[in-house]
C-alpha cells in the first residue's frame, strides 16, 4: 500500500474536486486517490511533478557518474587521446602541430 498522509476515496474527490485541488496546489503534496478501499491513482499538482520529473533526470544524470567512474576505477575506458586520435581519422580532422 502506499504511505501518503493524504488519501481519499475517489468519490469523495469527484464530489469537491475545486477543494482536493486547491489543497494540492497549496501543499504540493501528493495525493492517493482510492477505488473499492485501494490505492489506484496518485495526483499531484504540475509544478510538484515538474520538480519530481527534475530531481529524478538529475539524480538519473548523478547515478551514470558514478557508474563511469567506477567503470574506470575497474579499468574500463580508455585514454581521450586515444578516443581523440579515433574520431580525429574517422572525421579526417587534421591533428594540430
Not at 495526483?43 to 538519473?60: F, G, K, M, N
Not at 567506477?70 to 585514454?79: D, N, T, V
Amino acid at each position: 500500500m502506499i504511505q501518503l498522509e493524504e488519501i481519499c476515496s475517489l468519490r469523495e474527490f469527484q464530489r469537491d474536486a475545486k477543494r482536493h485541488i486547491q489543497r494540492l496546489k497549496r501543499t504540493g503534496r501528493p495525493e492517493a486517490i482510492t477505488v473499492n478501499g485501494r490505492a489506484e491513482v496518485v495526483i499531484q499538482d504540475a509544478t510538484s511533478y515538474q520538480r519530481l520529473l527534475d530531481l529524478t533526470a538529475q539524480a538519473e544524470a548523478i547515478a551514470a557518474v558514478h557508474e563511469g567512474l567506477e567503470s574506470m576505477r575497474r579499468g574500463g575506458g580508455k585514454p581521450a587521446r586515444l578516443v581523440l586520435e579515433r574520431i580525429r581519422r574517422k572525421h579526417r580532422i587534421a591533428a594540430k602541430p
